[in-house]
């Protein structure tokens, strides 16, 4: 039964992500570059690139921590919340490798795309904790 918990805290979890998140960060990218504070000849990546990439690994190794604190933190077998502990991270860490590919290869100009971009690492935590405890769950 806890099995199926999960499952669905993380379907909610990303949904949630998916839609709402990106879409705040979004605006408050926005608002932030439409103040003056960044010229539009910077803004096409010599200024983007790093700050979507330490964007995301703030947004992913916290989000992690969030999942470590609150869904694996006390379980019954605690090898597995450890497992799953443990993947959180790698899977951020994936998001983050997957995030500077992306930004490598492309001018990110659009505040939806760095949204976007920076919550990758959030998806592929959640993910990956998700998963792994799933599968070396018994119940």
Do not use: H, R
């Amino acid at each position: 039964m806890k099995k199926w918990l999960y499952i669905s805290s993380l379907i909610f979890f990303i949904s949630t992500d998916s839609y709402a998140f990106p879409q705040l960060v979004a605006g408050g990218v926005a608002t932030w570059t439409n103040s003056g504070i960044m010229t539009s000849g910077l803004y096409a990546g010599i200024i983007t690139s790093p700050i979507v990439l330490v964007g995301s690994g703030i947004a992913g190794f916290g989000a992690a921590k969030l999942m470590n604190d609150y869904w694996y933190n006390d379980c019954e077998n605690q090898l597995v919340c450890d497992i799953a502990s443990l993947n959180t991270y790698a899977g951020a860490t994936v998001g983050i490798i997957i995030t500077a590919i992306l930004t490598s290869y492309a001018t990110v100009t659009s505040s939806i795309v760095i949204g976007a971009l920076i919550t990758v690492p959030i998806f592929t935590a959640a993910v990956a904790g998700g998963i792994s405890y799933w599968w070396f769950t018994d119940s």
